[in-house]
């Protein structure tokens, strides 16, 4: 038998018409050969022969008797792990090594369906999606608050040193300015500051802290949570953090905190919301004052007041010096002339 690619050569140069004597010429063969192939059809014969790749013979292992043991343990506890399935298949009477058992074991082990996540689209002004993410300066931890636009994709972010609610508070009310307007309703992954319970998984609801119940309703939106361990239905602010890590803070010098949060309002105007969304092929800033600048509900008259005041942190020194302000907590108390009070009691007596 010739090689393949000389045969493959042949067939070729009589498919393209050249003369039986020429072709022995260029091959070195006879022609008498190349008339004996093509009368007997022994040419495409060996073509189709050699181009077929061989089937690979199985060579049996010392795990084969085993195997139906490995399997039928699968089946039943799919998350035994090899370390396992070894022990036993070598009590079993099993002679070889480990490695053999753990690549059989990856090729059999039963794998779970994947919970499909459908994408979902809002319409224009329906819902934000918000997020924390933590980055390392070198002057300490910070945490952006992110929020993007779930119908155009517009970003708003800030850093802040704190996840609490008055950060949250504080961060809603400056993107709510920045947008002109607020969404009907924030989808919030499991953040302590906004859910204080989520039960839904055992048939309960939802159970939101009341402060920033109140606040949502000052500012007139309802407050959605991820289910638990359901992070990737917020997926609209997760590629957002991955892009915020990678084409802003990488690679860039911040000075502190005021130069971090300004480079990142020019960042956001200058690059995230004017490049085409991957998503969307639309540009972010275009989508948002197209079609959904003017369906954002109206801002407040006014901020938000809260009820709750937050306590005072007390810092090291203080705790460590024993400090009147450390054992003594300062309570906020409104103060009132007592005219005020002589007002209130005359109204209740004319009610």
């Known amino acids: 038998m010739y090689g393949w690619e000389r045969l493959v050569l042949l067939k070729h140069l009589l498919e393209q018409g050249l003369p039986k004597t020429e072709i022995a010429a260029r091959l070195g063969v006879s022609r008498g050969l190349i008339y004996h192939w093509l009368r007997t059809g022994q040419l495409d014969l060996e073509v189709d022969a050699l181009c077929t790749p061989r089937a690979r013979r199985s060579v049996a292992t010392k795990l084969d008797p085993y195997k139906a043991i490995i399997t039928a343990r699968l089946d039943t506890y799919p998350e035994l792990s090899a370390v396992r399935l070894f022990d036993e298949v070598r009590a079993a009477g099993y002679p070889g090594g480990v490695a053999q058992l753990q690549l059989f074991v990856r090729q059999v082990r039963p794998r779970p369906p994947v919970d499909p996540v459908v994408r979902f689209e809002t319409p224009p002004g329906h819902q934000a999606q918000v997020d924390f993410a933590t980055f390392r300066f070198p002057w300490g931890r910070r945490h952006v608050f992110l929020v993007v636009l779930g119908y155009s994709r517009l970003l ?129 800033r275009e989508r948002f004052e197209r079609d959904e600048r003017a369906v954002l509900q109206p801002l407040p008259a006014g901020r938000y007041t809260p009820l709750v005041l937050s306590p005072h942190r007390l810092t090291r020194p203080e705790l460590a010096a024993g400090s009147a302000r450390a054992r003594h907590p300062v309570v906020e108390v409104e103060r009132r002339p007592l005219a005020a009070y002589a007002q209130l009691a005359g109204a209740e007596a004319e009610a």
């Open 156 to 284: 708003w972010l800030q850093f802040y040193p704190r996840q609490t609610m008055a950060t949250v508070i504080e961060a809603l009310e400056a993107a709510f300015t920045y947008l002109g307007g607020v969404p009907r309703e924030l989808l919030f992954d499991q953040m302590r500051a906004v859910i204080v319970d989520d039960a839904r998984p055992t048939g309960g609801r939802v159970l939101e802290n009341p402060e920033f119940l109140r606040f949502a309703t000052h500012w007139g939106f309802r407050i959605r949570a991820c289910r638990p361990y359901r992070a990737q239905t917020k997926g609209k602010v997760e590629r957002p953090v991955r892009y915020v890590r990678d084409n802003f803070v990488y690679g860039r010098e911040f000075l502190g905190d005021g130069d971090l949060n300004a480079q990142a309002l020019l960042w956001m105007d200058h690059t995230a919301n004017p490049r085409v969304h991957g998503t969307t092929h639309e540009v972010p």
